[in-house]
């Protein structure tokens, strides 16, 4: 595997990265690992799929602006040959909202390079939050238990 600078070498150094993504006064933060990733990155979750390394940046951009606070912990990370898959917790509080906990999983694939090439997150985005919505997340539960458990 051929490396530079802004090459990922092994699970120690993505944790690092990735737990800086996030400053101080809570805002979300990407420039510091924007780097490490391929331009042609691939990056999927819940609602939306997006292609390239400019569209991936609008996409961070958008949530910094959406965002009063955003958090993430890694909970647990496993990484093998080229890929790494974590478990998170991402703690974010929207403008005029009650804060909300969403709980994930992202698989990230790394090219030769050492650089992400594709990003697929998982998690129950409506699921999360409507639970912190007083008097509709038992409801959405109740409902969600009658059709699909």
């Known amino acids: 595997m051929e490396h530079d600078q802004f090459a990922i070498r092994d699970l120690d150094q993505f944790i690092a990265l990735w737990s800086r993504t996030y400053n101080t006064e809570g805002k979300p933060d990407w420039s510091h690992i924007l780097p490490y990733y391929a331009e042609d990155i691939i990056f999927r979750d819940t609602i939306q799929e997006l292609r390239g390394i400019d569209t991936f940046r609008?996409?961070?951009?958008?949530?910094?602006?959406?965002?009063?606070?955003?958090?993430?912990?890694?909970?647990?990370?496993?990484?093998?040959?080229?890929?790494?898959?974590?478990?998170?917790?991402?703690?974010?509080?929207?403008?005029?909202?009650?804060?909300?906990?969403?709980?994930?999983?992202?698989?990230?694939?790394?090219?030769?390079?050492?650089?992400?090439?594709?990003?697929?997150?998982?998690?129950?985005?409506?699921?999360?939050i409507m639970d912190n919505v007083p008097g509709i997340g038992k409801l959405y539960r109740r409902f969600m238990r009658k059709v699909f458990g």
Do not use: H
């Open 58 to 128: 609008a996409m961070t951009e958008r949530l910094t602006r959406r965002s009063s606070e955003l958090e993430m912990k890694i909970v647990n990370a496993v990484m093998r040959d080229n890929l790494i898959f974590m478990e998170w917790e991402m703690t974010i509080l929207f403008a005029k909202t009650r804060r909300s906990v969403v709980y994930g999983a992202s698989r990230l694939k790394l090219d030769a390079q050492g650089k992400i090439c594709e990003q697929r997150d998982y998690y129950d985005l409506w699921g999360d």
